[in-house]
């Protein structure tokens, strides 16, 4: 028996060591390949193209993107393995961003969570589900800093902050990749956009920026380093210049930065046609000069344009050495082992149906879409509403709409397939209530005829439940707006309705913040949506009518007016602070300087009061904690936030930096202390050489916003 046993740990050592590692079996592949077909490997085009079959056959791409079914990823794969030279599989790739078929509320909605669990059970889904049709490559997440509400492109993200997008930034890159990349069921994840492209100048998406390398290192980076921290294996570059260096030929970026400070070795795509816009930044002549600067600077794969087809003759007379090309192709092939390809090229098309819009799936985007809605405002507590109430007044061009709920970049997600607002609602209220309904118009536009009937009907009501703000394909890329009022004549809309004199509680669906500074003086109740999701209106309605206790915090601050953006909590001190005694400090005469609603805020159907701040030295770092009461009658969720400021120090620091959150939930009455460590590097700041830690007093708050809260103060050597 000891022998026998021997003998197999003796066979399974041999077997072992025989069996080559991944970079051997990547160095041997590549040993093996044509210059032409190793740009191959570094092209990515979408399968519109007629000659993609033929491409794929002959070796020239290794990437597409933008597949809907898993016949036509089975299709083209099987040419790819079966017909190719060296049998090199595809790795499809698709824009994931908050779901594939069951779609997830949009990332503002998902960081309004708070809950780093949920975002990654949402992106684990959205895996599950895009592996089952051979999508093994999301685009996602986007983990740009956004302070500008202009900008479209805010609602693919987790908000101004870089600590909870730091957080969020991997668990999504936990919930895409999972334990085992090679597992059926995990695909890549992609860090986007490299970087700064939420600094756009104006909020005008694909616009310059220009900023200091402290703003840079404090502000937008942070969540790209937590991705790569937590193994991300692909980064996008953004379409932006920063500091005058486009950022898809920016060496500083991807070789300094991505590559040599963080020891990144994944994939670095371009995005859609973004190595061809070298040219228009005006830093290439021509298209060949536009591939040598992007591959030079760090980027492996070129997105659609084609642009990596030519650096075949840059090889061949000597502008680039051929080892760039290897460098790049060694990681796309790890990228593709690492996923198992080799092994499990094909996906089990049988096993779409039972993973698509999966019961558990349904369940869990219903959970998460609850915890992302936001309390802004409940005055006379019109919230929860009476589910016996005798008639209810739904009125407003999102009441009714299946698709706004999906939000912008829905992938596979389908209109009919989602639960609006208005379906919701009907599924929660007592068989006596008559329901009544009026769009009022459509979002961006309105008869007088319209109007005048919602208005008749809210005269009608005991209660009127107003569904406003964008559509959802009003926000996500090239989706930029000068104004951020209610779109269309919608606030004509509410203004009418509240006069009827009902009780009014709004609903605000948006990829964006709004100026609703007339609904925050005028409307009693205002429910934050964003865009929730395929069982978005199932779990609107659970908060609306007190199923569920809203818990949500606002990732975003919401601005007064337009004047004010950008507007964030973490700005810097001036020496001038706004003084309304004195003229000459830094405000604005006709509005204040404070938000609408600030970061971190949010409401909930019971009260939660904070007493008790601790805070000491420990380890180098701090340890803060205060006591949490739910001083309410119900039971609920807080999100517990914890806020540092450095007053002296050599530069000018935040007047307020998260460094810690935590959720809890509270029975009626009970106390919790609820303790933050925050290590010394978390308080370093980017001084002229590099990340410096500066002793001395530091100010804490622990609250449930970025304003207020039980403060102190604790003195760090």
């Known amino acids: 028996m000891q022998r026998a046993l021997l003998l197999l740990l003796l066979f399974t050592a041999r077997a072992t060591a025989q069996t080559p590692s991944v970079d051997e079996r ?179 998406d694909y616009n310059t920026v220009d900023m200091s390398e402290r703003l840079l290192r404090e502000i937008y980076l942070p969540p790209f380093k937590a991705a790569v921290d937590a193994g991300v294996w692909t ?89 760039v090309v290897d460098r790049s192709v060694r990681r796309v092939l790890r990228a593709k082992f690492a996923l198992g390809l080799f092994e499990q090229p094909y996906v089990d098309e049988s096993r779409e149906k039972s993973v698509l819009l999966a019961r558990e799936h349904l369940e869990a985007a219903r959970r998460v879409a609850q915890k992302s809605i936001v309390l802004l405002r409940n005055e006379r507590d019109v919230l929860p509403l009476a589910k016996n109430v005798a008639t209810l007044a739904v009125i407003g061009p999102l009441a009714d709409s299946r698709e706004d709920m999906l939000g912008s970049w829905y992938a596979g997600g389908k209109p009919d397939e989602a639960i609006a607002l208005l379906e919701g609602v009907r599924a929660k209220v007592s068989p006596a209530t008559r329901i009544l309904h009026a769009s009022g118009g459509t979002v961006l536009s309105a008869t007088d005829e319209e109007i005048a009937s919602a208005v008749s009907i809210a005269r009608q009501a005991d209660l009127v439940l107003m569904a406003l703000g964008e559509q959802g394909k009003m926000s996500g890329e090239a989706n930029s707006r000068a104004f951020l009022d209610l779109p269309g004549r919608q606030q004509q809309l509410l203004e009418q309705v509240v006069a009827a004199g009902k009780p009014v509680a709004l609903v605000v669906m948006s990829g964006r913040p709004l100026t609703i500074r007339w609904a925050a003086e005028n409307v009693p109740a205002i429910v934050w949506a964003w865009f929730p999701g395929t069982q978005g209106g199932h779990a609107v309605a659970d908060v609306l009518f007190g199923d569920v206790n809203p818990s949500a915090k606002l990732p975003v601050t919401i601005p007064r007016t337009l004047g004010q953006v950008p507007i964030y909590y973490n700005s810097l001190p001036t020496g ?30 019971t009260r939660f009061e904070y007493s008790g701040l601790s805070a000491r030295a420990a380890g180098g770092g701090m340890v803060v904690s205060a006591e949490v009461k739910n001083a309410g009658a119900r039971a609920g969720d807080e999100v517990v936030q914890l806020y540092i400021n450095d007053p002296v120090a050599t530069v000018s620091r935040p007047v307020r930096e998260l460094k810690g959150f935590r959720r809890v939930t509270l029975a009626p009455g009970e106390s919790r202390r609820v303790e933050f460590t925050v290590a010394r590097e978390e308080l370093r700041f980017w001084g002229d050489r590099g990340w410096i830690f500066e002793p001395g007093a530091f100010n804490v708050w622990v609250g449930g916003s970025s304003v207020g809260g039980v403060g102190g103060a604790v003195e760090l050597k």
């Not at 708070?114 to 049709?133: F, G, K, N, Q, Y």
């Not at 930044?281 to 084609?306: E, S």
């Not at 001038?576 to 005694?581: G, I, L």
């Not at 830094?586 to 409401?603: A, E, Q, R, W």
Request: hydrophobic letters at 45%; proline letters at 6%.
């Open 235 to 323: 980064i996008m570059t953004s379409f932006n210049t920063v500091s005058g260096v486009p950022a898809t030929a920016n060496a500083h970026l991807l070789t300094e930065i991505l590559r040599d400070e963080w020891r990144f070795r994944g994939i670095v795509d371009s995005d859609f046609t973004a190595v061809q816009e070298l040219i228009k930044h005006g830093v290439a002549a021509t298209l060949g000069d536009a591939a040598i600067k992007a591959i030079t600077a760090g980027v492996d794969m070129a997105m659609v344009d084609g642009s990596y087809a030519t650096l075949a003759a840059a090889v061949n007379d000597g502008r680039l050495p051929v080892s």
């Open 576 to 605: 001038r602070p706004e003084d309304p005694n004195h003229r000459y400090t830094t405000k604005y005469i006709d509005v204040p300087n404070s938000p609408l609603y600030p970061f971190g805020h949010g409401l909930s159907y």
């Open 26 to 204: 990547v160095d041997a592949l590549l040993a093996r390949m044509t210059l032409e077909e190793k740009l191959g490997q570094l092209s990515q085009y979408t399968p519109s193209k007629p000659e993609i079959p033929e491409m794929v056959a002959r070796g020239a791409t290794g990437a597409l993107f933008g597949f809907g079914n898993v016949t036509e990823t089975n299709t083209l794969q099987r040419i790819a393995v079966e017909e190719s030279r060296l049998k090199i599989p595809l790795l499809f790739g698709h824009d994931v961003i908050h779901g594939l078929r069951t779609i997830f509320p949009i990332p503002p909605g998902m960081a309004s969570t708070w809950d780093p669990e949920s975002v990654e059970l949402a992106s684990r889904i959205a895996a599950r589900e895009a592996a089952a049709i051979g999508i093994r490559w999301t685009f996602s997440p986007m983990v740009d800093i956004a302070r500008d509400p202009r900008w479209g492109r805010i609602a693919e993200g987790a908000g101004e902050d870089p600590f909870l997008g730091s957080v969020l930034a991997a668990a999504y890159v936990r919930g895409y990749q999972g334990r085992d990349l090679s597992a059926p069921d995990s695909i890549l994840a992609c860090a986007k956009h490299f970087a700064a492209y939420g600094a756009a100048e104006a909020g005008r």
